[in-house]
Protein backbone atom coordinates (compact mmCIF):
# COMPACT_ATOMS: atom_id res chain seq x y z
CA UNK A 1 0.00 0.00 0.00
CA UNK A 2 1.81 3.35 -1.06
CA UNK A 3 1.21 6.17 1.32
CA UNK A 4 2.75 9.39 1.72
CA UNK A 5 2.22 10.82 5.02
CA UNK A 6 2.65 14.07 5.96
CA UNK A 7 5.09 14.47 8.54
CA UNK A 8 6.17 17.49 9.64
CA UNK A 9 9.41 18.92 9.05
CA UNK A 10 10.00 18.97 13.15
CA UNK A 11 9.31 14.91 12.67
CA UNK A 12 11.67 14.87 9.62
CA UNK A 13 14.86 16.54 11.87
CA UNK A 14 13.89 14.05 14.87
CA UNK A 15 13.75 10.90 12.78
CA UNK A 16 16.85 12.03 11.23
CA UNK A 17 18.88 13.48 13.49
CA UNK A 18 17.77 11.76 17.02
CA UNK A 19 18.68 12.95 20.46
CA UNK A 20 20.27 11.44 22.97
CA UNK A 21 20.56 8.08 21.16
CA UNK A 22 22.38 5.37 22.95
CA UNK A 23 23.11 3.35 26.34
CA UNK A 24 23.39 4.61 29.51
CA UNK A 25 25.41 2.04 31.46
CA UNK A 26 24.84 4.08 35.22
CA UNK A 27 20.79 4.74 34.68
CA UNK A 28 18.76 5.43 37.92
CA UNK A 29 16.53 4.15 35.64
CA UNK A 30 15.25 1.97 32.43
CA UNK A 31 11.99 1.32 30.71
CA UNK A 32 11.46 -1.06 27.79
CA UNK A 33 7.73 -0.97 26.58
CA UNK A 34 6.49 -2.31 22.71
CA UNK A 35 3.47 -2.72 20.62
CA UNK A 36 2.59 -6.22 20.48
CA UNK A 37 1.28 -5.45 16.41
CA UNK A 38 4.03 -3.20 15.35
CA UNK A 39 6.39 -5.10 17.04
CA UNK A 40 7.88 -1.76 17.57
CA UNK A 41 10.18 -1.52 21.09
CA UNK A 42 11.41 1.39 22.92
CA UNK A 43 14.42 1.62 25.67
CA UNK A 44 14.52 4.52 27.87
CA UNK A 45 17.06 5.32 30.31
CA UNK A 46 16.84 8.27 32.80
CA UNK A 47 19.71 9.58 35.42
CA UNK A 48 18.20 11.63 38.53
CA UNK A 49 19.76 13.94 40.49
CA UNK A 50 17.84 15.66 43.78
CA UNK A 51 14.79 14.64 42.01
CA UNK A 52 15.77 16.39 38.49
CA UNK A 53 15.90 14.18 35.81
CA UNK A 54 20.05 15.26 34.87
CA UNK A 55 19.90 12.72 31.77
CA UNK A 56 18.25 10.81 29.48
CA UNK A 57 19.06 8.10 26.38
CA UNK A 58 16.88 6.07 24.16
CA UNK A 59 17.27 3.30 21.81
CA UNK A 60 14.28 2.45 19.39
CA UNK A 61 13.65 -0.46 17.18
CA UNK A 62 10.88 1.29 15.31
CA UNK A 63 9.31 3.18 12.62
CA UNK A 64 10.28 7.05 12.08
CA UNK A 65 7.53 7.93 14.18
CA UNK A 66 8.50 6.13 17.03
CA UNK A 67 12.21 7.69 16.71
CA UNK A 68 11.27 11.15 16.71
CA UNK A 69 9.24 11.18 19.40
CA UNK A 70 11.50 9.44 21.71
CA UNK A 71 14.24 11.70 20.80
CA UNK A 72 11.60 14.41 21.44
CA UNK A 73 9.87 13.12 24.61
CA UNK A 74 13.74 12.83 25.96
CA UNK A 75 14.43 16.42 25.38
CA UNK A 76 11.13 17.70 26.66
CA UNK A 77 12.25 15.63 30.15
CA UNK A 78 15.78 16.62 31.04
CA UNK A 79 16.00 19.32 33.69
CA UNK A 80 13.04 18.39 34.97
CA UNK A 81 11.48 17.04 38.06
CA UNK A 82 9.68 13.34 37.87
CA UNK A 83 6.33 15.62 38.69
CA UNK A 84 6.47 17.55 35.79
CA UNK A 85 8.04 14.54 33.88
CA UNK A 86 4.84 12.46 34.72
CA UNK A 87 2.88 15.09 33.25
CA UNK A 88 4.33 14.99 29.79
CA UNK A 89 1.42 13.17 27.52
CA UNK A 90 1.84 11.54 24.42
CA UNK A 91 -0.47 14.30 22.75
CA UNK A 92 1.58 17.38 24.04
CA UNK A 93 4.86 15.08 22.74
CA UNK A 94 3.09 14.93 19.45
CA UNK A 95 2.18 18.66 19.22
CA UNK A 96 5.95 19.42 20.26
CA UNK A 97 6.92 17.66 16.56
CA UNK A 98 4.15 19.82 14.91
CA UNK A 99 1.67 17.20 14.98
CA UNK A 100 1.58 13.03 13.69
CA UNK A 101 -0.83 12.08 10.91
CA UNK A 102 -3.55 9.85 12.99
CA UNK A 103 -2.72 6.32 12.40
CA UNK A 104 0.81 7.44 13.55
CA UNK A 105 -0.29 8.72 17.08
CA UNK A 106 -0.01 5.45 18.99
CA UNK A 107 4.15 5.83 18.25
CA UNK A 108 3.71 9.00 20.50
CA UNK A 109 2.01 6.67 22.91
CA UNK A 110 5.21 4.43 23.02
CA UNK A 111 7.39 7.12 23.99
CA UNK A 112 5.28 8.30 26.92
CA UNK A 113 4.93 4.69 28.27
CA UNK A 114 9.26 4.23 27.78
CA UNK A 115 9.50 7.22 29.70
CA UNK A 116 6.77 6.44 32.56
CA UNK A 117 8.16 2.77 32.44
CA UNK A 118 11.64 4.41 33.23
CA UNK A 119 10.16 6.63 35.95
CA UNK A 120 8.27 3.01 37.59
CA UNK A 121 11.85 1.61 37.64
CA UNK A 122 13.76 4.34 39.63
CA UNK A 123 11.00 4.58 42.08
CA UNK A 124 11.60 0.85 42.22
CA UNK A 125 14.59 0.77 42.82
CA UNK A 126 14.99 3.59 45.21
CA UNK A 127 12.32 1.80 47.41
CA UNK A 128 9.05 3.99 46.71
CA UNK A 129 5.66 2.78 45.17
CA UNK A 130 6.09 3.02 41.44
CA UNK A 131 1.97 2.19 40.78
CA UNK A 132 1.24 5.71 40.22
CA UNK A 133 3.85 5.95 37.54
CA UNK A 134 3.51 2.59 35.76
CA UNK A 135 2.41 3.05 31.83
CA UNK A 136 -0.96 3.75 31.47
CA UNK A 137 -2.93 1.03 30.12
CA UNK A 138 -2.48 1.33 26.16
CA UNK A 139 -6.19 1.62 24.91
CA UNK A 140 -4.97 2.95 21.30
CA UNK A 141 -5.38 0.62 18.25
CA UNK A 142 -2.55 -0.17 15.31
CA UNK A 143 -3.63 0.52 12.01
S1 LIG B 1 4.45 1.79 13.76
FE1 LIG B 1 4.37 0.99 15.80
S2 LIG B 1 5.34 2.49 17.02
FE2 LIG B 1 5.26 3.37 15.03
Redesign the pocket.
Same mark, same amino acid.
Given at each position: MAENLPYSEQVMDHFLHPRNVGDMPDADGVGTVG?P??G?IMKMFIKVKDGIIVDVKFKTF? &?G #? #?ISTSSMVTEMVKGKTIDEALKISNKAVAEALGGLPPI?M? &?SV?AEQALRSALADYYRKTGKDPSAFEPKPDTHG?D
Open positions: NVCDG &C #A #AKH &CLH
